[in-house]
């Protein structure tokens, strides 16, 4: 394997207006000889070099503490590509060659990774040293790992509810 190198620019701003905590920011990487995972078969497989991938995108968060309320929500997007065409190995899509490996394109989506991802949390701090806690988070669709060249219908977006609560029995242990 080589190592990998990459070209990065990011650029944002973060700060705080009257209580609301902010943090915009956008980014560009280009990875060269970026290593990614290729299956040989049913939970197997090994690592290969791509020549270039790129992922870009903004991320955005703000947070208000207000009395016994803790709040925040973030928002980001990442378009991550393939930026050349190769062949990869991937024998059990139903595309693949009689070698068992696909063509992946210029532009072909990176799988695992969402376009979008939001996120969402509140805090309530009781008077009692109880706090009861909400979480939200959504990822949009996305490509599953096997189908780089993303051939396939990609997998629906999904939404996930967490439920916290803690106690803080001294400051120590909670």
Known sequence: LVDTGSVSIADGVRGKLGVVQHRLGYFRTANHNDIIFQTTGRGTGLFANVDETLREGFESAFAVSFERFDYAIAYSYVRATFEDQ??????????ADSNGELTVNKGDRLPGIPDHQFKFSADWRTPWSLVLGLDLLYNSGQFLRGDESNQLDALDGYALVNLRASYAVNKHFE
């Open 86 to 95: 190769f062949q990869v190995q991937s024998p059990n899509h139903p595309f």
